[in-house]
Nanobody, 121 residues
Framework: QVQLVESGGGLVQPGGSLRLSCAAS????????MGWYRQAPGKQRELVAA???????DYADSVKGRFTISRDNAKNTVYLQMNSLKPEDTAVYYC???????????????WGQGTQVTVSS
């Protein structure tokens, strides 16, 4: 059974930063793509960022230059450093692990429980 445990969401002012973490159970994740999706009210779940164990990453255009994804393969953990946050970044952020290739953006694979990120003054 795959388990993904997320942490790090919260309320932040526009221009602020947050760091999300997701720890995955099991030992098979090195060959999987790990990443983050988000879903705002009334909108579809969308890819934010994803990365291979080799460090190749893929980002949504809306977060390029502001967000950075990283992995600690020894800890089966993926991080999302979010800087220069905007109100439109407000959403529930979901950790994701999947076997589909990097660049495949449709929601797929295993999910965490989600963590709320709210950007508001």
């Amino acid at each position: 059974q795959v388990q993904l445990v997320e942490s790090g969401g919260g309320l932040v002012q526009p221009g602020g930063s947050l760091r999300l973490s997701c720890a995955a159970s099991g030992s098979m994740f090195r060959r999987y793509v790990m990443g983050w999706y988000r879903q705002a009210p009334g909108k579809q779940r969308e890819l934010v960022a994803a990365a291979t164990s080799g460090g190749i990453s893929d980002y949504a255009d809306s977060v390029k230059g502001r967000f950075t994804i990283s992995r600690d393969n020894a800890k089966n953990t993926v991080y999302l450093q979010m800087n220069s946050l905007k109100p439109e970044d407000t959403a529930v952020y979901y950790c994701n692990v999947r076997n589909s290739p990097l660049g495949y953006r449709a929601p797929d694979g295993f999910w965490g429980q989600g963590t709320q990120v709210t950007v508001s003054s």
